[in-house]
């Protein structure tokens, strides 16, 4: 990638991670704490004049991320160390920028984008947990990851994921390419990771309910199939809660050079 100097007007991509429990989601709202509101209001200190930024992917009340990724155009002349310094002094405890780096200005964080990731974490143990209740889905019935899994691959591919969609979802057509869809256990820890060239709204947490019902053995294995093919909502049965959803990365062409394809969700499982 050819280097971009930075000035006056310059676009920037901002790495940041936060711990979703405490806002209302990542959308900024008049009347409640949201990560868009809090980032702006640290950027703005920084460059002294109002900054806007646009996201990769917004997400809901108490979803976490781990390399999200905002782009703005800066009015002042700052080196990326400032605006990671400068904001994370200014952020909440629960929200940190991780890297800053100056970008083409076709470079777009939402539609440069050529897939997005997500890890549902969910914690498979009789008793609940004090450190995990708001970064978990907590399980206490034994899960067969293993049908989890069978029924994960029925999912994966290009499809209407209309029965996996929110009744609110805005998107303009419910056709996705869901390329990864797979569930690993790790002791008491277990992760479904999804990968696709986009998501609809609450689209991880329905996939993420229906594997679980299979994993209880409430349903089949090949209810899942069955789901996807009805196109209907009403068939997918409960979301599963936003505390375990983490927004992984976004996925972007090799051109912008960004701190993103490295970013790993391994630890959240202890690999």
Not at 54 to 76: E, K, M, N, W, Y
Not at 161 to 168: C, E, K
Not at 246 to 271: H, K, M, S, T
Request: net charge neutral; aromatic share 8%.
């Amino acid at each position: 990638m050819e280097s971009v100097v930075p000035m006056a007007g310059t676009r920037w991509a901002l790495g940041l991670e936060y711990d979703g429990h405490g806002f209302c989601g990542w959308q900024r709202q008049l009347d409640q704490e949201s990560v868009q509101g809090v980032l702006e209001t640290a950027l703005s200190h920084v460059a002294q004049c109002p900054v806007s930024v646009i996201v990769a992917g917004r997400t809901d009340t108490g979803v976490h991320a781990l390399c999200q990724v905002v782009h703005f155009d800066s009015p002042v002349v700052r080196p990326p160390e400032a605006w990671v310094r400068g904001a994370n002094t200014c952020l909440p405890k629960g929200v940190a920028l991780r890297w800053a780096q100056a970008v083409p200005d076709h470079f777009h964080a939402r539609f440069s984008a050529m897939a997005r990731r997500y890890r549902y974490m969910i914690l498979n143990q009789r008793e609940k947990s004090a450190l995990w209740r708001n970064h978990t889905a907590w399980i206490y019935r034994p899960l067969d990851v293993q049908a989890m899994q069978v029924a994960a691959q029925t999912l994966q591919g290009t499809h209407d994921f209309s029965a996996f969609r929110a009744s609110a979802c805005q998107a303009k057509s419910p056709i996705r390419d869901l390329c990864r869809l797979q569930v690993t256990r790790r002791g008491d820890l277990i992760a479904v990771d999804a990968e696709a060239n986009g998501f609809l709204h609450h689209m991880v947490r329905n996939l993420a309910g229906v594997l679980i019902a299979i994993g209880k053995g409430d349903r089949p294995v090949g209810w899942a199939a069955e789901v996807l093919a009805s196109c209907d909502r009403c068939q997918a049965g409960v979301t599963a809660p936003p505390g375990g959803l983490y927004f992984v990365a976004p996925r972007y062409p090799a051109e912008f050079g960004l701190p993103v394809d490295a970013v790993d969700a391994g630890f959240l499982i202890g690999d």
